[in-house]
């Protein structure tokens, strides 16, 4: 067991990405959530830089993410979704456009190494779009962006007026900006603490009921996201002292227009904080032992040998395996961007 947590880095938090990263590639996780133990201050900087870039792969899905939250926030007001959610879409894009080709623009001529720059982290765009830090979107792109989105937002149309939250009063909904910036799911006694950002709920007295928008397939993700919409309720129990029998969970998946309910379990919900604490444990031992030595971190914290996995990573100064920008946006062009 390792002792103290080292002063130079932040506490470490989870979530159902960070646990993804962490088994797809140990070093990956470790620049993405621990880039604080580098010692070297220019090198920091450009994993913490690096570490906000969205994959490209991820962007379509944000869009419609950030869309929905728009649509239902004005549907909350208005008593109906707005009727163009495809221009709400490009609104939200063109922002994403605008503001990551400033904030490319000004890194570059205003580097501040191991500081704060103006636009991070705290602002609401701080994630720039990955094919901006290389200038250009592969050439498909663009017509993929759209007709993903078309299709979502048609089945999403479709699926709306199925879910309960329709006949919940407006003013129990709920989006997490609402509830909190980060939400811990649960503090362990060493103050580590886990976090889980729902997509929307409603909280009607005692009765919750919360749901998590998917975008990707449900034939390959529908266990994991079962899983993921059961941290949720660990967090709604934790907040609200509410009972696993009062919460409903809802995964909508607008890809093949389908809505997954999962159980809320008690004994599920314990597994998972033994499964979350297990994996906390085999985290901290490693940080501890590295301790700012940034030849230790990366013994410690080996690559991946799956190259598929670099392709989508945004870890692009990465010791040991160093590719130019033209290299890597050859690769995110033979990414099947249905694929997700």
């Given at each position: 067991m390792a002792g103290d947590w080292p002063d130079n880095r932040h506490q470490p938090t989870v979530s159902h990405s960070s646990m993804a990263k962490f088994q797809a590639c140990?070093?990956?996780y470790a620049?993405?959530?621990h880039h604080n133990i580098i010692p070297d201050l220019a090198v920091r900087y450009e994993h913490k830089r690096e570490s906000r870039l969205q994959p490209i792969n991820c962007f379509p899905g944000s869009i419609f993410h950030e869309t929905i939250q728009s649509a239902l926030m004005t549907q909350r007001?208005?008593?109906?979704?707005?009727?163009g959610l495809m221009e709400i879409a490009?609104?939200?894009?063109?922002?994403?456009?605008?503001?990551?080709?400033e904030w490319v623009k000004d890194v570059r001529e205003n580097p501040i190494l191991g500081g704060f720059h103006p636009y991070w982290p705290d602002h609401p765009y701080a994630q720039p779009v990955e094919s901006f830090y290389y200038d250009d979107f592969p050439a498909n792109f663009k017509t993929t962006l759209r007709e993903k989105l078309e299709r979502w937002f048609e089945r999403f149309l479709v699926l709306s007026p199925q879910l309960p939250f329709n006949t919940a009063p407006p003013a129990s909904w709920l989006f997490p900006k609402e509830v909190s910036r980060k939400i811990p799911w649960f503090v362990h006694k060493d103050n580590f603490a886990v976090y889980s950002v729902f997509d929307f709920l409603t909280k009607e007295e005692d009765k919750i009921t919360i749901y998590d928008w998917k975008t990707g397939k449900r034939t390959s993700g529908e266990a994991a996201v079962a899983e993921q919409l059961m941290t949720y309720a660990a967090y709604a129990i934790s907040k609200w002292s509410v009972e696993p029998e009062s919460i409903k969970l809802f995964a909508v998946w607008v890809e093949d227009g389908s809505i997954q309910e999962v159980e809320c379990d008690a004994w599920e919900i314990q597994r998972m904080e033994r499964k979350w604490e297990e994996q906390q444990q085999d985290w901290?031992?490693?940080l501890g032992q590295v301790n700012g030595d940034a030849d230790r971190l990366f013994d410690l914290f080996p690559m991946t040998n799956d190259q598929r996995t670099c392709a989508r990573c945004a870890f692009r100064s990465c010791p040991g395996r160093q590719r130019t920008p033209a290299q890597l946006l050859a690769e995110a062009r033979t990414i099947d961007f249905s694929d997700e």
């Open positions: 140990d070093r990956a620049l993405q959530y007001s208005n008593g109906k979704l707005p009727p490009k609104q939200i894009t063109a922002d994403y456009i605008r503001f990551s080709r901290k031992s490693k």
